[in-house]
């Protein structure tokens, strides 16, 4: 911390590697309704954001801005502490946004997913509620002539590329991190995801790949004989399975624990999404494969995830795991509720298991169930290839200053951008990284792929900057 009051006092650019910024919570009297203006006039919500200036060259210094995705915001900024270190580094002001209809964003409090309400939970109205949001921030905080760089990891990395690509004369660059902007927008195969996931258990040990669908073999044959109680005392349920849709609710529980310890494979334990261990993926096999039966063994290993504490004394099918239009999992909570929204609208999440390319059982999932689905749900029927149309899908060479981020370890990586596109529309690919593991801040456990990838993204943003900077002060 002196080393940073030191480099603010004189003037200097410096790097410290572990800053601790004292966010302050603040909210931002937001419109609701961005393109309608009979349905809510100009009504707002408060939206809560997250600011620091402690590193900040007031008035000149850039404007580090997260676009916030699927939940509570402080989990965002907890876990994205390279944004900060960068800000030490680039003498910027540091905003964490919180996306409409997640955390304490409801624009109509408890009543915001009922029918019609929810309505307003969409990709171009969150994009709008940034724009505004910066807009009028640098209004208010003398900062008309700071470039504005835009942050994001997952579903956030792919509303910072949509934030340049539609309002580019707001924004000047944007880092995304493990943004799936292509498989989200319909395009890729449904059976790349959780044969990505299965790779990642595989590359370990082929071994622990053949034990775990070994153990869903197991499953599956005591199903088959309605072998219901043998099913509970193994997996410790708390309730006796009874039906095919208890089995496909278990299934689905335990095909989400290998599904997050896969995106979390960090080489340290983390508290993001849960409780994780260092390296997730070789403690789940070595559970796997150091134990005398496999259906405990898989029991014992979906407890890394459900039952880190170790507290539970039996598994809760439904309130551990809930089912929707995310195979991947929508969470728990409210915030469950708006993934599942948004799942059911503009954000395609047709992925499946097939037992053949990936160790688990056989779960469907198409556009007709989809549909079904989202409509009895949601009331609403989803636009296939809308993401696509609105925002260039894989057409992206005319766009410019946008970072792809990726982790070679991430089941999500090969629905984003793998190869660079133009000296401006930069792929960096982290051989050892897991989910935006590049976003987190330094650790001495951080494989050389991600050091080598931040500084990349360091000197490519300072780069845009410059740039920015320039353009400013020359009017333009």
Not at 133 to 156: D, H, N, R, W
Not at 231 to 236: D, L, P, T, Y
Not at 334 to 350: R, V
């Amino acid at each position: 911390r002196e080393t940073i009051k030191t480099c603010l006092q004189l003037d200097i650019e410096c790097y410290y590697t572990d800053p601790k910024p004292q966010f302050k919570e603040k909210y931002f009297p937001q419109i609701m309704d961005h393109f309608n203006f009979n349905s809510m006039g100009n009504g707002t919500y408060e939206q809560r954001y997250l600011i620091t200036d402690e590193y900040w060259k007031s008035g000149s210094g850039p404007i580090f801005f997260y676009t916030g995705n699927e939940g509570d915001i402080w989990e965002f900024a907890l876990n994205s502490g390279f944004i900060t270190e960068l800000a030490a580094q680039q003498r910027a002001l540091v905003i964490f946004a919180e996306h409409r209809y997640y955390g304490k964003s409801l624009p109509f409090g408890q009543d915001s997913f009922n029918i019609p309400e929810v309505g307003l939970l969409t990709v171009e109205q969150a994009l709008a509620d940034y724009a505004i949001m910066i807009t009028e921030l640098k209004q208010q905080l003398g900062a008309s002539a700071c470039p504005v760089i835009v942050f994001g990891g997952s579903y956030g990395g792919m509303l910072s590329v949509y934030m340049r690509l539609r309002y580019p004369n707001i924004v000047a660059g944007a880092l995304a991190a493990s943004a799936p902007i292509l498989s989200t927008a319909g395009m890729g195969e449904s059976k790349q995801f959780f044969q990505d996931v299965t790779s990642d258990f595989e590359n370990y040990a082929p071994e622990c790949r053949d034990a775990v669908r070994g153990a869903f073999q197991r499953l599956q044959d005591l199903a088959q004989i309605e072998d219901y109680g043998r099913i509970q005392s193994a997996f410790s349920l708390c309730k006796t399975p009874s039906s095919y849709k208890d089995i496909h609710q278990l299934n689905g529980l335990l095909r989400n624990a290998f599904t997050l310890m896969a995106m979390l494979d960090y080489p340290y334990s983390t508290h993001f999404m849960g409780s994780m261990p260092a390296n997730p993926v070789k403690v789940a096999c070595d559970t796997m494969l150091g134990g005398a039966d496999l259906l405990h063994a898989l029991k014992d290993t979906a407890g890394i995830v459900y039952n880190s504490t170790g507290d539970l004394t039996c598994f809760d099918l439904y309130t551990l795991y809930v089912e929707c239009a995310d195979p991947t999992g929508c969470g728990l909570g409210f915030n469950s509720l708006a993934w599942d929204y948004q799942a059911c609208t503009e954000i395609e999440m047709c992925y499946e298991s097939n037992n053949v390319s990936d160790m688990f059982p056989l779960m469907p999932f198409t556009e007709k169930q989809r549909e079904q689905y989202c409509s009895k749900r949601w009331g609403v029927i989803p636009r296939p290839g809308w993401l696509k149309t609105q925002f260039w899908g894989d057409a992206l060479s005319t766009a410019s200053n946008i970072i792809f981020s990726n982790g070679d370890l991430d089941p999500w990586a090969n629905g984003g951008v793998r190869k660079s596109l133009s000296s401006s529309l930069i792929a960096i690919n982290i051989s050892e990284g897991a989910h935006h593991l590049d976003l987190r801040e330094a650790n001495d456990a951080d494989p050389a792929s991600v050091i080598k990838a931040r500084k990349m993204e360091s000197d490519t943003i300072a780069q845009w900057v410059k740039m920015e900077r320039k353009c400013l002060q020359r009017g333009f």
